[in-house]
């Protein structure tokens, strides 16, 4: 069964820390992962896709890596802000093109105290 | 921010109503998506179109329908509202891509829709 689990399912953390969410996933065949971000109330908001090829992928302070071998990924935030509390949600794709699936994860909410 | 938009952003309704949630978009984009979310779950996919004409069902059974006359407009129907009904709805827009090339899904703001 293709499926998508993230952990920890929410996580609180200090201004300024550091954090990793990570994506375990058994969807076969795999084309390209995505990392997404949600704010409560708003749309997912594109922050990395990640081919087979990628094992590491930055946008800013989020850095993406993709293990294709043991089917894990994970999103590192570095010096998180306020603004970093969202759900961010990870999604796998069986194939490359619009005719493909894709498979959504629950989603780690992240919480920023400062 | 993308350019896709959804309207309302917040209804509630009683139960039976027909109501309609607009999405609309202005990149041009061929296909287009509607999804099902609800609180602390994954999205659910319940229509998807790949073009004017064309829509078809998603994963998840929905009452719902769906139309495509314009390639901008993809408005979602509900003829008899109930409780069960009540969830966030998001719209979302790609272009049709080709090949193995991962193509960008634009996710609108979302209509949250309560159903008493």
């Known amino acids: 069964k293709n499926q998508v689990e993230q952990s920890p399912q929410s996580l609180i953390i200090l201004e300024g820390k550091n954090c990793t969410l990570q994506?375990?996933?058994?969807?076969?065949?795999?084309?390209?992962l995505r990392w997404y971000k949600q704010d409560t109330g708003r749309g997912p908001v594109s922050l990395t896709i990640?081919?087979?090829?990628?094992n590491t992928k930055s946008n800013r302070r989020y850095t993406a890596t993709l293990d294709a071998d043991t089917k894990q990924s994970s999103l590192h935030i570095t010096a998180s802000q306020l603004s970093d509390s969202a759900s961010y949600i990870c999604?796998?794709?069986?194939?490359?093109?619009?005719?493909?699936?894709?498979?959504f994860g629950r989603g780690t909410q992240l919480t920023v105290w400062p | 921010e993308a350019d896709i938009y959804q309207t309302p952003r917040y209804l509630v309704i009683g139960t039976g109503k027909k109501i309609t949630l607009e999405c609309s978009q202005t990149?041009?984009?061929?296909?287009m998506y509607w999804y099902q979310q609800d609180p602390g779950m994954e999205l659910h996919l319940i229509h998807y179109?790949?073009?004017?004409?064309?829509?078809e069902k998603g994963d998840l059974s929905s009452e719902s329908t769906v139309s495509r006359i314009r390639t901008e407009h993809f408005p979602l129907t509900l003829e008899s509202a109930r409780p069960s009904h009540t969830s966030q709805y998001l719209c979302?827009?790609?272009?049709?891509?080709?090949?193995?090339?991962?193509?960008?899904?634009?996710f609108g703001p979302g209509t949250r829709l309560t159903v008493t």
């Open positions: 979302a827009s790609s272009v049709l891509g080709q090949g193995s090339v991962p193509y960008e899904q634009y």
């Open positions: 994506c375990n996933y058994t969807v076969s065949p795999f084309s390209n």
């Open positions: 990640m081919t087979f090829s990628e």
């Open positions: 999604v796998v794709s069986d194939r490359g093109s619009t005719l493909g699936r894709l498979y």
């Open positions: 990149m041009g984009h061929d296909k």
């Open positions: 179109s790949y073009g004017v004409n064309s829509t």
